[in-house]
């Protein structure tokens, strides 16, 4: 009886089951040409399923309990279409539908070329607004595209905290935690195949960062066949580009294939000697054995070498205007650089697919080599070239200690205005001898860098779905300062001019043009990393839960024996390992089939990127003492509106960074001593907070209004310990413990606002898009709230002390230290950008044009800027504020002014 009672049970939960569930189902076809198309992602809104359209266009959802909803239909070259649609529990068939094709993608190109001027110096690559092309989202949109010529950061975050993967392998750098956007720069065509989740949202390809991830398909199958032909002409970092791409589609044999190449280059691009010249190449080959395995080789390379800029006072801006940069000046009536990046770093990647209806796999290996250098002109025993050098500058005289002197200070002023520039010609008359006083050379790091890995995703049944993946990451990187010209010497003498030590005492002490001096080291780094996410979807509410756990190692070898270090220089220094975890989670609960709320949090703990683990690798082994972990916490809040016309999203987020260490190098004069030196931060907290808010009206089928607006709070959170190490630490008489460190206690910097842009940022915005193919769109911005990075040394004891008596200013009060000391925002300032583009289709063949003007009323502001350190003792930074006009004033850097990009593509 009980086995008949379960058969009967059985049968009634089966053909419960077995019942036909209702469906929503369609044909999508081109606005413009009629056929079907393939691969158009649709999906009822607040609800996880979704179906992508079939080789006839037409797909099939299945439906969610009765009520209204809204259903959305989404691919990366058409424009997005919501559609209101009532479930009554019946199978609904919506007939054709209708896409047009997106005409503004070409605004991607667009963003490129704003998000490469950050690329320029290394104080100001962290900004975030790359990751976030593939988005849809209004307010992700706004912070990329307009937003992000200021170099305004989502959530106030570092681009380390998102992640960039290629056919599902990670790509952020060891030494930094940074994409390196420039690995496949001029490579447009074939990289927009990309999926994008914001911030904690869940992800298939990795447990991801606190920013969002996103992943570019470079699989041949999933691009449009056929070729595609562009040229551009701008006014940012480059004056023209020239693209082509051929894309063969899936042919009957199982096999597509993908070919791209590009060339960019500029004399000069906005900023004044700013050169740039790339070249980038792409190939792609996929073979697909069966309905569920494919097999996808992937190459590619982009050559980019730029004329770097640099920031500058205030003084030197009034001078020369904020088009000014110090590094060049003309040799043989031609521009010539000092420091430029020339970045190569070709990839090779592997990967294997396996599809099915319900277990999704793909396993991969990348193998990633190649050279990013930065050049410099060294000077020994010289005076120092840069025409912005501190004494060759009017407030040099005008602070002078033994009282101003204008009319000096008027002379130099007349000379500075007169050449501006490096004097290339005085290298090379203080080199006609023997031994270099100025030198060119490179900082070259030479990495290899393996990468395996394998994600899965498996969907249990209709409502819980599983995802699993595991990564390792395996460096070498060759570090090294490579003498690239000796500017008419005939040697450079290897040997430290402060310290009259040598920096190679095994090698050569004269050395020539290619040969490696200065330091020679190599780097050792490792990581494994797996995580598993479990996701699952209800009626009325879906939840996800996902933890990662991570092992991670770096080492230094030193390759050169440092006189200065003979014992902790050479050879292989001690393995630092880190073992971390993180755990995060989201719950989203629909109100109804338009409105919904979503709480997610997350709590992990990473590793210190390579380049704060030890102190002064060019020299020694030595690392930060008691390094740890960074841990992050995290919590935000959204409400979802999502009605036919009016959709948007309000979020407010919290999130604490702990225990982030941070080294720095600069010159200072403090109160115990003065030198070059690396100053240690650690046990640093940060604090972000805010709302964001993005709306978006559908007017009329032409006309679009959208509002956004961020308000946020970053701040440090903590005062952090602070050291410092003398360069020079090996002369005795520097020595102040073993180690040549000095600990100056706490930097009193709590509640000092963060360098991390704007922190407040709206827009509003409106878009017309015609019946005849033709669209533009203009939005009007303002941002404020923008700080420049403060110096934590002169926020410790030591900024108090005399350096000649070793007491404490007598006037040194907190009440005129704060004062001093005080933290002022920039400028607030308002930009209006415009936008548009038109097609045309004829006989088959696809020619469209777009162009976009940003800041049209050449506003004039500074996106960032740091403190100087110098001046780090009471008594000189005083002093030097005197007039009004310091010698040792923050630098900044300026903003664009009004620029432009053109942008005309022929497909067929």
Same mark, same amino acid.
């Given at each position: 009886?009980?086995?008949?009672?379960?058969?009967?049970?059985?049968?009634?939960?089966?053909?419960?089951?077995?019942?036909?569930?209702?469906?929503?189902?369609?044909?999508?076809?081109?606005?413009?040409?009629?056929?079907?198309?393939?691969?158009?992602?649709?999906?009822?809104?607040?609800?996880?399923?979704?179906?992508?359209?079939?080789?006839?266009?037409?797909?099939?959802?299945?439906?969610?309990?009765?009520?209204?909803?809204?259903?959305?239909?989404?691919?990366?070259?058409?424009?997005?279409?919501?559609?209101?649609?009532?479930?009554?529990?019946?199978?609904?068939?919506?007939?054709?539908?209708?896409?047009?094709?997106?005409?503004?993608?070409?605004?991607?190109?667009?963003?490129?070329?704003?998000?490469?001027?950050?690329?320029?110096?290394?104080?100001?690559?962290?900004?975030?607004?790359?990751?976030?092309?593939?988005?849809?989202?209004?307010?992700?949109?706004?912070?990329?595209?307009?937003?992000?010529?200021?170099?305004?950061?989502?959530?106030?975050?570092?681009?380390?905290?998102?992640?960039?993967?290629?056919?599902?392998?990670?790509?952020?750098?060891?030494?930094?935690?940074?994409?390196?956007?420039?690995?496949?720069?001029?490579?447009?065509?074939?990289?927009?195949?990309?999926?994008?989740?914001?911030?904690?949202?869940?992800?298939?390809?990795?447990?991801?960062?606190?920013?969002?991830?996103?992943?570019?398909?470079?699989?041949?199958?999933?691009?449009?066949?056929?070729?595609?032909?562009?040229?551009?002409?701008?006014?940012?970092?480059?004056?023209?580009?020239?693209?082509?791409?051929?894309?063969?589609?899936?042919?009957?044999?199982?096999?597509?294939?993908?070919?791209?190449?590009?060339?960019?280059?500029?004399?000069?691009?906005?900023?004044?000697?700013?050169?740039?010249?790339?070249?980038?190449?792409?190939?792609?080959?996929?073979?697909?054995?069966?309905?569920?395995?494919?097999?996808?080789?992937?190459?590619?390379?982009?050559?980019?070498?730029?004329?770097?800029?640099?920031?500058?006072?205030?003084?030197?801006?009034?001078?020369?205007?904020?088009?000014?940069?110090?590094?060049?000046?003309?040799?043989?009536?031609?521009?010539?650089?000092?420091?430029?990046?020339?970045?190569?770093?070709?990839?090779?990647?592997?990967?294997?697919?396996?599809?099915?209806?319900?277990?999704?796999?793909?396993?991969?290996?990348?193998?990633?080599?190649?050279?990013?250098?930065?050049?410099?002109?060294?000077?020994?025993?010289?005076?120092?070239?840069?025409?912005?050098?501190?004494?060759?500058?009017?407030?040099?005289?005008?602070?002078?200690?033994?009282?101003?002197?204008?009319?000096?200070?008027?002379?130099?002023?007349?000379?500075?205005?007169?050449?501006?520039?490096?004097?290339?010609?005085?290298?090379?008359?203080?080199?006609?001898?023997?031994?270099?006083?100025?030198?060119?050379?490179?900082?070259?790091?030479?990495?290899?860098?393996? *990468?395996?890995?394998?994600?899965?995703?498996?969907?249990?049944?209709?409502?819980?779905?599983?995802?699993?993946?595991?990564?390792?990451?395996?460096?070498?990187?060759?570090?090294?300062?490579?003498?690239?010209?000796?500017?008419?010497?005939?040697?450079?003498?290897?040997?430290?001019?402060?310290?009259?030590?040598?920096?190679?005492?095994?090698?050569?002490?004269?050395?020539?043009?290619?040969?490696?001096?200065?330091?020679?080291?190599?780097?050792?780094?490792?990581?494994?990393?797996?995580?598993?996410?479990?996701?699952?979807?209800?009626?009325?509410?879906?939840?996800?839960?996902?933890?990662?756990?991570?092992?991670?190692?770096?080492?230094?070898?030193?390759?050169?024996?440092?006189?200065?270090?003979?014992?902790?220089?050479?050879?292989?220094?001690?393995?630092?390992?880190?073992?971390?975890?993180?755990?995060?989670?989201?719950?989203?609960?629909?109100?109804?089939?338009?409105?919904?709320?979503?709480?997610?949090?997350?709590?992990?703990?990473?590793?210190?990127?390579?380049?704060?683990?030890?102190?002064?690798?060019?020299?020694?082994?030595?690392?930060?003492?008691?390094?740890?972990?960074?841990?992050?916490?995290?919590?935000?809040?959204?409400?979802?509106?999502?009605?036919?016309?009016?959709?948007?999203?309000?979020?407010?987020?919290?999130?604490?960074?702990?225990? *982030?260490?941070?080294?720095?190098?600069?010159?200072?004069?403090?109160?115990?001593?003065?030198?070059?030196?690396?100053?240690?931060?650690?046990?640093?907290?940060?604090?972000?907070?805010?709302?964001?808010?993005?709306?978006?009206?559908?007017?009329?089928?032409?006309?679009?209004?959208?509002?956004?607006?961020?308000?946020?709070?970053?701040?440090?959170?903590?005062?952090?310990?602070? *050291?410092?190490?003398?360069?020079?630490?090996?002369?005795?008489?520097?020595?102040?413990?073993?180690?040549?460190?000095?600990?100056?206690?706490?930097?009193?910097?709590?509640?000092?606002?963060?360098?991390?842009?704007?922190?407040?940022?709206?827009?509003?915005?409106?878009?017309?898009?015609?019946?005849?193919?033709?669209?533009?769109?203009?939005?009007?911005?303002?941002?404020?709230?923008?700080?420049?990075?403060?110096?934590?040394?002169?926020?410790?004891?030591?900024?108090?002390?005399?350096?000649?008596?070793?007491? *404490?200013?007598?006037?040194?009060?907190?009440?005129?230290?704060?004062?001093?000391?005080?933290?002022?925002?920039?400028?607030?300032?308002?930009?209006?950008?415009?936008?548009?583009?038109?097609?045309?289709?004829?006989?088959?063949?696809?020619?469209?044009?777009?162009?976009?003007?940003?800041?049209?009323?050449?506003?004039?502001?500074?996106?960032?800027?740091?403190?100087?350190?110098?001046?780090?003792?009471?008594?000189?930074?005083?002093?030097?504020?005197?007039?009004?006009?310091?010698?040792?004033?923050?630098?900044?850097?300026?903003?664009?002014?009004?620029?432009?990009?053109?942008?005309?593509?022929?497909?067929?």
């Amino acid at each position: 009886m009980r086995y008949l009672f379960s058969l009967i049970i059985f049968t009634l939960t089966f053909g419960s089951f077995a019942q036909e569930t209702p469906t929503v189902s369609g044909t999508i076809v081109n606005a413009r040409t009629k056929v079907p198309i393939v691969g158009i992602t649709v999906a009822i809104e607040t609800h996880r399923t979704t179906s992508t359209t079939d080789g006839n266009g037409q797909f099939k959802i299945i439906s969610p309990s009765n009520g209204d909803y809204i259903l959305s239909l989404t691919a990366s070259d058409f424009v997005s279409k919501r559609i209101p649609i009532s479930i009554e529990g019946q199978n609904l068939d919506l007939g054709i539908l209708y896409l047009e094709k997106d005409i503004s993608v070409e605004q991607t190109d667009n963003l490129i070329s704003l998000t490469e001027s950050e690329l320029l110096d290394d104080e100001i690559n962290s900004n975030s607004s790359a990751l976030l092309q593939a988005t849809r989202d209004v307010f992700l949109n706004r912070a990329a595209f307009d937003f992000g010529q200021a170099f305004f950061r989502v959530r106030g975050y570092d681009s380390e905290n998102g992640k960039v993967l290629i056919n599902g392998i990670p790509m952020n750098k060891f030494y930094d935690g940074r994409p390196q956007w420039n690995n496949w720069g001029g490579l447009n065509d074939v990289t927009r195949n990309q999926q994008f989740s914001n911030g904690l949202t869940a992800s298939d390809y990795t447990f991801g960062g606190i920013l969002g991830n996103t992943n570019i398909d470079t699989r041949p199958s999933g691009m449009r066949p056929g070729t595609r032909l562009s040229a551009s002409a701008s006014n940012r970092t480059y004056a023209g580009r020239l693209m082509a791409t051929y894309n063969s589609g899936l042919q009957k044999n199982g096999l597509a294939y993908s070919v791209s190449a590009s060339r960019r280059w500029a004399k000069q691009g906005y900023i004044d000697g700013t050169l740039y010249d790339a070249y980038s190449a792409f190939g792609a080959v996929e073979y697909r054995f069966d309905e569920a395995n494919s097999l996808n080789l992937t190459g590619l390379w982009a050559s980019n070498r730029r004329g770097r800029s640099s920031a500058i006072t205030e003084e030197v801006f009034e001078l020369a205007g904020k088009r000014y940069n110090p590094y060049w000046g003309e040799q043989d009536a031609k521009i010539r650089n000092s420091r430029e990046r020339k970045i190569a770093e070709p990839i090779l990647m592997l990967n294997h697919f396996y599809t099915s209806d319900n277990f999704n796999l793909n396993t991969g290996i990348s193998y990633q080599f190649g050279t990013n250098a930065r050049s410099r002109l060294g000077y020994y025993n010289a005076p120092n070239p840069d025409p912005t050098y501190y004494r060759y500058l009017p407030s040099f005289y005008i602070n002078s200690p033994i009282g101003a002197n204008f009319a000096s200070a008027n002379s130099v002023k007349e000379r500075f205005l007169n050449n501006p520039q490096l004097d290339w010609q005085k290298t090379y008359t203080a080199n006609a001898r023997e031994k270099a006083a100025y030198v060119l050379y490179d900082d070259v790091a030479d990495d290899t860098q393996l *990468t395996g890995n394998a994600l899965a995703n498996w969907t249990i049944n209709d409502r819980l779905q599983a995802d699993f993946g595991l990564t390792f990451k395996k460096l070498t990187s060759e570090n090294y300062a490579e003498i690239d010209d000796l500017l008419g010497a005939d040697f450079y003498e290897d040997i430290d001019p402060f310290s009259d030590t040598r920096n190679d005492v095994t090698g050569e002490v004269q050395k020539g043009e290619a040969a490696i001096f200065n330091y020679n080291y190599r780097m050792h780094a490792a990581k494994f990393d797996g995580f598993a996410q479990f996701r699952y979807t209800h009626t009325k509410w879906n939840a996800f839960l996902a933890g990662n756990y991570t092992t991670s190692n770096y080492q230094r070898e030193g390759l050169f024996q440092n006189e200065r270090f003979p014992d902790a220089s050479l050879g292989e220094s001690e393995k630092v390992s880190f073992a971390d975890y993180g755990i995060k989670s989201g719950f989203t609960y629909n109100l109804t089939g338009r409105h919904g709320i979503t709480v997610q949090g997350a709590y992990l703990t990473r590793p210190p990127v390579l380049q704060n683990v030890f102190i002064n690798p060019r020299e020694n082994n030595g690392t930060v003492p008691g390094i740890q972990s960074e841990t992050v916490s995290t919590v935000d809040l959204n409400y979802h509106l999502r009605l036919p016309k009016l959709t948007g999203r309000l979020t407010g987020f919290y999130t604490r960074f702990q225990n *982030t260490t941070d080294v720095n190098f600069f010159f200072v004069d403090t109160g115990v001593g003065s030198d070059f030196v690396q100053e240690v931060l650690t046990d640093l907290d940060k604090l972000h907070m805010g709302t964001e808010l993005g709306l978006e009206y559908q007017l009329s089928s032409a006309v679009k209004l959208t509002g956004v607006a961020a308000v946020g709070k970053y701040l440090y959170a903590s005062h952090p310990d602070l *050291t410092i190490n003398f360069d020079t630490a090996g002369r005795e008489e520097d020595l102040i413990n073993l180690e040549g460190r000095i600990d100056l206690g706490q930097a009193i910097i709590k509640n000092y606002r963060l360098a991390q842009g704007p922190q407040q940022a709206y827009a509003v915005g409106v878009e017309y898009r015609d019946p005849k193919y033709w669209w533009i769109s203009t939005t009007a911005n303002y941002l404020a709230d923008n700080y420049a990075n403060i110096s934590a040394i002169t926020r410790t004891r030591s900024f108090y002390l005399n350096p000649e008596t070793g007491a *404490t200013f007598p006037d040194a009060t907190d009440e005129n230290v704060n004062k001093l000391l005080a933290q002022k925002p920039l400028d607030n300032f308002y930009l209006l950008n415009l936008v548009g583009g038109k097609s045309w289709l004829k006989n088959g063949k696809y020619i469209s044009v777009f162009a976009s003007v940003n800041n049209l009323f050449d506003t004039g502001f500074r996106t960032g800027g740091y403190e100087q350190s110098r001046n780090g003792n009471f008594g000189q930074l005083k002093e030097d504020n005197l007039s009004g006009t310091p010698s040792f004033a923050p630098k900044y850097w300026y903003g664009y002014g009004r620029t432009y990009f053109l942008n005309l593509a022929y497909s067929f």
